[in-house]
């Protein structure tokens, strides 16, 4: 059975979501910016385009919780890198495809949820990492799903 609700708190939490937090609606720049070949620039702002990203990235702050990823590479190919701030939503039911956190082998992991009939399993995005096997009598709890993820790009270690 799936228990989304465990008193448990993981390592790395960097803790909740804050429900009151003030509202801060950044500029938000009309055009996307482009990856491959640069296109000659247009305007730069959209007439009211603001972007809070309290609102953007949390959709029920009682439930949400900022975490840390550790230091390995299991879920490199799944966009998750070592120190990134994930957010983790407790309110919403996890699903196949869902990358999750779960309370494994006595330890919280982040993984890809994926179901195969009646089992679960629960994936890398890493090759060199094969995927954890739930028998079907053993009891999986998911603490959270994954909502978004965050890394910090200027000053990072690699």
Known sequence: MLDLHSPLLPPGV?????????ELA?????????CGFPSPAEDFFGENDALDLNRHCIHNPVSTFF?????????????????????VDRSITPRHGHIVIAIWD?????????RRGRRFELHSGHPDYPPILVPPDMELEIWGVVTWNFRQLLGRRR
Do not use: E, H, W
Request: net charge negative; with cysteine; charged share 15%.
């Open 14 to 22: 960097i803790g909740p979501a804050d429900a009151d937090a003030p």
């Open 26 to 34: 950044l500029p938000l720049l009309s055009n996307r910016v482009t």
């Open 67 to 87: 975490m840390r990823a550790d230091t390995g590479v299991s879920m490199i190919n799944f966009g998750i890198y070592p120190d990134d701030t994930l957010i």
């Open 106 to 114: 006595s330890g919280f992991t982040c993984k890809q949820l994926q």
